[in-house]
Structure formats: structure tokens, C-alpha cells
């Protein structure tokens, strides 16, 4: 993920434009593009990453986790309600 | 590199399909390119640190600063004094983590979870994240009105600095400008380290702690509330959340991850003095007034450390409670509205205004409003609210922490930058050290709650 910033900026411009030709703002954009990488555009990020595989073993450990943590949960919840009374 | 200064970003947003967010998040990255080519090594520094010091300093939060100094007022010095810094350095490791797959992949921790691994568990996370939240949210409130009441001003007072600081801080539309303000206002966390030095502690005393001894007393449960409670005021949900949606927010990429790791570690060398700072000033109350947890949770610490040291150190004592409680309003505000807007899946920047990121922004205010209106409830158990704070932050942290590590490790999204064998060997252990520390508060405190063993 980690790209050379510069040449980012280059592959946004038409081949065959010279520096000059470019008018300010579009100078502009362009070292504006230049500072980020590609994969750091809003563009570029809005895009969802791939769903990693699961196997069922981490599955089931992450499943297991998981209502072990509610069950300890309800169970703080539970001890600081009956504090209050 | 030249750093343009860009006044009206919504010319930009056609050509190339530049975002304000793209525009504001440019302007910063030119300046830290203009230091690294420059080769302005402090500059850079000072570019690049934020994250990791506001994490860290963010969770040295009212109920942490309370716990600490609980500590101290309770047990002394020993075993607490080299176990706060162990504990720090267990959230540097988790906090280097987020910060590196913040920094590699420009994303936050609950869209990566929610997309990598499925809805389910990135909506159970964002859950997880709002309760505890809510709750620690309530806490820091408390932490204000109790750092307040030492000047006699009430619970409106406390409410209305909250809110105000929220709005302010939000109203600039820049992620720098934001961390910058928060910046500024968590370094007066030191104002503990102070409250210490006014306490003139025993040095010889604060040295021969070192060796983890002596071993707090009491029952078992309290032992484990102890931990919990420390755990909690170390290692939260919130910030795995925070640093790793901030990194990815200020633009961090993996050219500048060593400096990430400075200002990770920065930020644990900093909590952990000032935490130190907070137990020491609390131990001044340990042969004077000697109380229980419990009674030093309430308005009159400072009151109790005036009678005890001064009223300098009383004064700076309900200050840096003011402060503790405020940064951390604005740092778990902000880890409240970065989930809200990733798991939703809508613009989640301070880069971004508030008319294009209408979530992010009434997410950020909303759970600040429905915590403070906690606190206007007469009668509301704020003090217990407060205690409980860190327990439940421990209990739940597992999970997050889990698939912390997972995303660390994922060589799809980190490629070069997953986590090496150690790494992973010690975050392993950090979980399931907090595990068992949570789990068995909560399994012990329940059985004793429904009798069926004794306290």
C-alpha cells in the first residue's frame, strides 16, 4: 500500500502536457494530489476491502468469546444494580 | 515540496474527483513531505504526534486519575507504582497496533472489522464501544462537577464546560485543528505530577515500591477490583477505535509509522508519570484519612488533600480532575463518532464539514448530550456510575483486542507490516492477562452478590 506519492501525482496528468500549460489551479490540484497516496483518496478508501475467510474453528473461538464476554457483562451489570439497593 | 494554503476547497472537487476531506488531509501531508525532504526532523515530529498522546493522555481520564489516587489513599505506594507503568506498556503494544493498521490500510478499526470480518461483528463492536462509552462519558462529567464542586459550582456549570468544549473543538472543520486544541488542553494533565510534588512525598518510600512491594491487602474480590479497575483505567475500547480512525484521519501512511511508535510511546511514558503522579498525590491521604475506595470516590478528594497537603495541592488536584474529565470527553466523543460513521458508512472526517458529514458530527455531539443529561438526573447514581466505569471497559476489551490482533496480522491488508511472531506473542498474553482479570471480577463480585459464596 505504501506508493510513491510523486508518481501518483504524474499519473493523474495528461501525457504530453508541459508544467507551463497548466493553469494555477490546476498546478494546484495536482501537488495537492501529489501529497497523498493513492489509497488514501476518499475515493479510494470508500471502497469496501474484501471479506477475509473464517474458518469454523475461528469462528467458533470468536462465537465462544463473544457470549462469554455478554454472560460476564450482565453479570458486572447485574452486581452494580444490586449495589445500588 | 511547496505547502499550498487552500482557502475554498469546493473549486477542486471536479477534475480529478478531490474531496474536501482529500483537500484538507493534502495540506497537512504537504507540510510533513516539506519537513521529511527538508530533513527538519523536529518539525516532522511535531507534525506527526497527536494520536498515540491523545489516546493515551485521553484515557488518564477522570475515573482513571480517581482509581489511581484511590489506590494510593487505600493500599500506599507499593505494588502499584512499577504496575502502572506495566500496564502502559501493555497499551503501548495494543496502541502501536492500531496506530500501524490506521497508518497501512488509511482506515478505522470498525469498517475494517465490519468489512473484513461481517456485519455482525462490526455492529457487536460499535455496540460494545457506544455502552462503554456512554458510561465512561458519564464518568468524566462526574470528574468535572467533583473537580467544580472544590470551587463551589454545580453540576450546570460541569455540563455546560462539556458541551462548550464539544462544539468548539468541532466547529473548525480540520482534523488539525482539532488535535491540536485537545492537544494543548491533555498535556495539563501533568497538573497530577504536580498535585504529587505539592504532596512532598517520600522519595526513599516511592523508590523501594519499585519492587511490586507491599502487596495490597484485603479480600480477594477487592484485589480483583483493584486490577480490574486499573486494567480499565489503562486499556479501553475506545481507544483501539480512537487511534487507529485518528491515524487514518490526519493521513498517516507507513512512511511515517516510526514516528507513530515515538508518539505512541510518548504518550505511555507521559500517562503513566502523570498516573504515578495521581497515586502519590492520593497516598498523602493513606495515614490521615485512611477511607475505603467508596469514600474517596465522592466530591471530597480535593476537599480531603487540602486538609492533608495544602490548599495548593487540593486546588491542583480538582483542576487536573477538570482536565482529565474534559480531554476525555472530547476523545471518546470523537472514538464514539468515528465508529458511528464507519459502521453506518458515511463520511467520518474532521477534514469534512459538518453539512457532509451529518453522522459523524451528531454522533460526536449526541452521545456527549445523553451523557450529560445523566448527570442532571436527580438521585442518578453517578458515583457508582463512575466506580463501574473501568470495570465494564475491562470486561468487554477482550473482543476488541482480539480482532485487533487479527487485523495486525491480516497480510492481505498490512502485506509487510503484520505483526511479527513476538509481537502477537505478547498481545496474546496482554489478552488474556485483561481476560482473566475482568472475567474473574465479574464471575467473583456476581457469586458474592447472589450468595452463594462468601466476601
Redesign the interface.
Known sequence: ??RD?RAIGDA?RSPGIREQDLQP??R??D???????R???????SR?????P?SRRARTG?WA??V??VL??L??????I???R | ??T?E?SAPS??LG?????E???A???D??RV?HARTHNKRWRLLWLLVGPGILAMLGENDGPSMIAYASDGAQYGLGFFVPFIPLLFWMAYVCQEMCMRVGS????GYGE?VL????RV?GW?GAGDLTLTNLVTLVAEFVSIRVGLAFFHLGAGVAVALGLVLVMFTLSGGRYWRWERIVLGMALFNGLFLLAAILVKPHVGTVVSSLDFTPFPGGGFNTLLLLLASTIGATVTPWMIFFQQSAS?DK?M???DIKHGRYDTAAGAVLAAVFGIGALIAGAALLTHNGAGIQGFAGAGFPEALKRVAGSAAGTVFALGLIEAGAVAILTISASTAYAAGECVGV?HSFNTSPRNARVFYAANICIALLAAVVILIPGA?LL?IAL?AN??AT??L??SL?FMVMLAN?R??M?TWANRRSTNAIGITVIAFVGLC??A???D??L??IHLIGS
Request: charged share 15%.
Open positions: 500500500m505504501n506519492t493523474h489551479r490546476e494546484m490540484e501537488e495537492l494530489i501529489m501529497h497523498l497516496e489509497d488514501q483518496f476518499v475515493t479510494e478508501t469496501p476491502v474484501p471479506r477475509a473464517l470468536l468469546l463473544r462469554f464476554v460476564v457483562s453479570m458486572v451489570i447485574y452486581t452494580f444490586a449495589g445500588l | 515540496m511547496a499550498p487552500v473549486p477542486l477534475r480529478t474527483g478531490l474531496t476531506e482529500d483537500t488531509r493534502s495540506v501531508r504537504g513531505n497501512v490500510t488509511h482506515r475494517l468489512q473484513r470480518y461481517g461483528w457487536f487514518a493521513g501512511t507507513p512512511r463520511s447514581p457508582s463501574n470495570v465494564l470486561v468487554l477482550p473482543v482480539v491480516d492481505a491488508l502485506g475482568g472475567a471480577y465479574g464471575i463480585s456476581f458474592q452478590t
